[in-house]
């Protein structure tokens, strides 16, 4: 029995990560329903062909296999909460408005013109609001902003990290650390998505994840310092860490953990302090 209960929560958890798949559906058959109407503005059929209903309820299914994969992947946790309440309910309602969309497909209103426009176009804006917060969700909310030019990156509104890095000539081991978590970490373990429930932009975060004054002991610096071909390094993605930066943590826990000055609320700076 408790085989097959693992057994079991094993296939939701592979339903759930097929969603990045399923979730391009939708989009790519809305995309081809609006091709469509496009096309057929100037021959202005007296009748919606069978065809397009098919399109349309072939869509509105693959939106619901979306959300509901989605809906399952939520449960892997490490996503923040208010991103996912939203962009779970967006998806859904999006869904819903394809469903009565291809019902309504089903009879001689959706012969009209101006109801299709309708319907199609509140599913291109929930669309496009469920699918950024997605992407946020995903990749961390400096994914667009990051490279963008100034002008864009302002207007994308690109996150900050909860830990301040103060610039200086020559940096010490704790804003190299603290660099190196805001270029590499973040994105993935920040306030727009914990992986591994583990966030690395707090000083609470960052002290999970370490043991003051014994490196070896660190999960933080045992993860960054193994092989490049290992399967649990940290970053997963892209170069690993260069050596400057695995010293610089290892002495930084070495040396107690001491971060450099932090933001405050209310703007003003903090001195600096251990963490807790």
């Not at 693992?6 to 939708?26: M, N, S, T």
């Not at 081809?32 to 309820?57: C, F, G, N, Q």
């Amino acid at each position: 029995m408790l085989l097959c209960t693992l057994a079991e929560a094993d296939f939701i958890i592979f339903i759930g990560r097929l969603h990045p798949l399923f979730v391009h559906l939708p989009i790519g058959m809305l995309a081809a329903v609006i091709i469509v109407e496009m096309m057929t503005i100037k021959a202005r059929p007296e009748h919606v062909s069978d065809t397009r209903r098919l399109l349309i309820w072939m869509t509105a299914a693959s939106a619901v296999l979306s959300s509901l994969a989605g809906w399952l992947l939520a449960g892997d946790g490490g996503y923040a909460e208010g991103l996912l309440f939203w962009h779970r309910w967006l998806g859904i309602a999006f869904a819903a408005v394809l469903v009565v969309g291809a019902s309504i497909s089903l009879t001689p209103k959706w012969s009209v013109g101006i109801l299709r426009a309708g319907v199609l176009g509140i599913a291109v804006v929930l669309m496009t609001v469920t699918g950024h917060m997605g992407g946020t969700m995903t990749h961390g909310e400096t994914y667009l902003s990051k490279y963008a030019p100034p002008i864009l990156a302002n207007l994308l509104g690109p996150g900050e990290s909860n830990v301040s890095i103060e610039s200086a000539a020559e940096s010490s081991d704790a804003q190299i650390v603290l660099a190196m978590l805001e270029a590499r970490c973040v994105d993935c373990h920040g306030a727009s998505k914990q992986k591994g429930r583990l966030r690395l932009d707090t000083a609470e975060g960052i002290a999970g994840t370490l043991t003051q004054g014994d490196p070896a002991q660190s999960e933080l610096f045992r993860r960054i310092s193994l092989p490049a071909d290992d399967f649990d390094i940290m970053p997963p993605e892209g170069e690993v860490l260069s050596d400057e930066e695995v010293l610089a943590v290892m002495r930084w826990i070495r040396d107690g953990a001491v971060l450099p000055t932090a933001k405050a609320e209310d703007g003003s700076s903090e001195n600096e302090a251990g963490l807790p």
